[in-house]
């Protein structure tokens, strides 16, 4: 399975933006996804899951402000982020596992190539 995200951009602090991950090579309707980022000089931080039922689980850092779907219909997940923070600036990978929907980065084993978001104040 290959990821490929889009969506970033740049926009400022209070705007909108959608993330899509769209997976190639198979289905991943029974795989479990999710959303990293990683802004300079930081350490990877979990953003988003959603399990294959569908069960989502959310960093602390976008509870509220950040939701991550999924149709399975046409191979992609999405992450839309509203009122958006500089914060939020960072690169936004999105990966899958069969067997994990957690918050730890090292058991997703397949990742897209992050796409740049960035927020101005």
């Known amino acids: 399975v290959q990821l490929q995200a889009s969506g970033g951009g740049s926009v400022q602090a209070g705007d909108s933006l959608g993330l899509s991950c769209t997976a190639s090579?198979?289905?991943?309707?029974?795989?479990?996804m999710a959303w990293f980022r990683r802004a300079p000089g930081k350490e990877r931080e979990f953003v988003a899951s959603?399990?294959?039922?569908?069960?989502?689980i959310y960093g602390d850092s976008v509870k509220g402000r950040f939701t991550i779907s999924r149709d399975n219909t046409k191979n992609v997940m999405h992450l839309q982020m509203n009122n958006l923070k500089p914060e939020d600036t960072a690169v936004y990978y999105c990966?899958?596992?069969?067997?994990?929907?957690?918050?730890?980065?090292?058991?997703?084993?397949?990742w897209g190539q992050g796409t740049q978001v960035t927020v101005s104040s």
């Open positions: 990966a899958y596992s069969q067997s994990y929907s957690g918050i730890y980065g090292r058991y997703y084993l397949n």
């Open positions: 090579g198979r289905a991943v309707t029974r795989d479990n």
């Open positions: 959603i399990s294959w039922r569908g069960t989502t």
